[in-house]
């Protein structure tokens, strides 16, 4: 494994560290604040849409979609995306402004990969463009979604559509007001072998019977403006042409999707915990308490110490995850994706957690991004799959290698 990056990745990881220096860091406070007041919560500032502009211009654009992908990449690995992911991770928002934020991210390699000239044409080109956003509808409150499998939503033929039916929640994204489509996950074959019941289709989000029953909060957020829905489906009729390269193919494709959307997750998390530990240090350097500045308590160093250990074994371990997805593929890379997927988030909250610590009071309001970090990496301890799902699986493929 060689992790020396070129001269090209060195030259775009600068140009991504003084965009976020120059454009992102300065509005930072002023757009989390906007989106704390209700009746900001599903509308797009203003700023967000000049720096996306700036961003394209400055050829900082869908720098996440994988070189196999011809001329819609603009020709980087996962190896050479992922300290520039971890850079956009040191502010919520700022993947957004790349156009490398998820679900969208997902859905583009989704239909870059699996979808056919007319589904890239319809949608993929304009969320290239980010002209629109996009949905992901999965998961389900009536069954335990971290097995795929479990997926109830029913996809029946009917002449030359698909009738949908069922209810889907944590469908993040589909509070934007520029999402103009859904990737749903559904049955169309409940009597076929149990990996090949699923489907994916595309559902434009102004169908009839496609209805927003409430956005969902995370720990007293929602997460504006893309926010979590839970989104009910009552009898919503697409063309069969929507479906994603046929029926019985969903688990593939979410398998295929959720790979690289868990490094990447993992990859912003490190730049999460980074952007933490760097307020925690700056924070204990400038205060006092009983007579001492903090920095100098055994107790502080040690857990700086900590986590720059930890933060730098997580680096590691994504980088080299990241160089086998490159060098092997996805499925060959699965135990490691899964690796990175059990550590890198219960890395950030525990980094995440002590900055707030240090912080004191202030540590939990919204003057710090550190409260938008913990809730970050507690959900994705369960989104894209569990940690006791990845730990399951890695524990029964380590023993049968062992064997």
Same mark, same amino acid.
């Given at each position: 494994m060689n992790f020396e990056y070129t001269d090209k990745v060195k030259g775009l990881i600068q140009q991504v560290q003084d965009f976020m220096d120059r454009y992102i860091y300065p509005v930072e406070q002023e757009l989390n604040a906007y989106y704390?007041?209700?009746?900001?919560?599903?509308?797009?500032?203003?700023?967000?849409?000049?720096?996306?502009?700036?961003?394209? @211009?400055? =050829? +900082?654009? $869908? *720098?996440?979609?994988?070189?196999?992908?011809?001329?819609? @990449?603009? =020709? +980087?690995? $996962? *190896?050479?995306?992922?300290?520039l992911a971890e850079l956009m991770g040191r502010c919520k928002w700022a993947s957004e402004i790349f156009n490398c934020s998820a679900p969208d991210t997902g859905n583009m390699e989704v239909l870059a990969k699996y979808g056919n000239a007319q589904q890239q044409k319809?949608?993929?080109?304009?969320?290239?463009?980010?002209?629109?956003?996009?949905?992901?509808?999965?998961?389900?409150?009536?069954?335990?979604?971290?097995?795929?499998?479990?997926?109830?939503?029913?996809?029946?033929?009917?002449?030359?559509?698909?009738?949908?039916?069922g209810r889907k929640w944590w469908s993040s994204g589909a509070m934007h007001p520029n999402c103009k489509v859904a990737i749903v996950m559904g049955k169309t074959d409940a009597n076929a072998q149990r990996h090949i019941q699923q489907s994916m289709?595309?559902?434009?989000?102004?169908?009839?019977?496609?209805?927003?029953?409430?956005?969902?909060?995370?720990?007293?957020?929602?997460?504006?403006?893309?926010?979590?829905?839970e989104i009910l489906l009552e009898n919503v009729r697409v063309p069969k042409s929507n479906i994603l390269l046929g029926e019985g193919r969903g688990f593939e494709i979410a398998q295929g999707r959720?790979?690289?959307?868990?490094?990447?997750?993992?990859?912003?998390?490190?730049?999460?915990?980074?952007?933490?530990?760097?307020?925690?240090?700056?924070?204990?350097?400038?205060?006092?308490?009983?007579?001492?500045?903090?920095?100098?308590?055994?107790?502080?160093?040690?857990?700086?110490?900590?986590?720059?250990?930890?933060?730098?074994?997580?680096?590691?371990?994504?980088?080299s995850a990241a160089d086998k997805m490159d060098r092997h593929g996805n499925k060959v890379a699965k135990d490691l994706i899964s690796m990175i997927k059990i550590v890198a988030p219960q890395m950030a909250q525990t980094v995440?957690?002590?900055?707030?610590?240090?912080?004191?009071?202030?540590?939990?309001?919204?003057?710090?991004?550190?409260?938008?970090?913990?809730?970050y990496a507690r959900i994705i301890r369960i989104a894209d799959g569990p940690d006791e799902v990845h730990m399951y699986q890695l524990g029964r493929n380590t023993v049968k290698a062992m064997m």
């Open positions: 704390t007041i209700p009746e900001n919560f599903w509308t797009v500032h203003p700023k967000i849409e000049e720096l996306k502009e700036l961003a394209k @211009s400055a =050829g +900082l654009w $869908n *720098l996440f979609l994988p070189k196999e992908y011809g001329e819609l @990449s603009p =020709g +980087l690995s $996962n *190896l050479e995306y992922a300290p319809q949608w993929l080109e304009p969320l290239m463009n980010g002209t629109i956003r996009s949905a992901f509808l999965m998961t389900e409150p009536d069954v335990a979604s971290s097995d795929a499998t479990n997926i109830e939503t029913s996809i029946r033929a009917e002449g030359d559509e698909y009738v949908i039916n289709i595309l559902v434009p989000m102004d169908t009839p019977g496609l209805k927003i029953v409430r956005p969902l909060n995370v720990f007293g957020s929602y997460d504006a403006p893309e926010g979590h829905a959720l790979g690289p959307g868990r490094i990447h997750h993992c990859m912003r998390l490190i730049g999460a915990a980074q952007r933490s530990l760097e307020l925690m240090c700056q924070r204990v350097a400038s205060r006092q308490a009983f007579g001492r500045t903090i920095k100098d308590f055994s107790s502080i160093r040690q857990d700086i110490a900590r986590s720059r250990c930890e933060i730098e074994q997580a680096r590691l371990l994504t980088l995440v957690d002590r900055a707030i610590q240090a912080h004191g009071g202030m540590g939990v309001c919204s003057d710090t991004p550190l409260p938008g970090f913990f809730a």
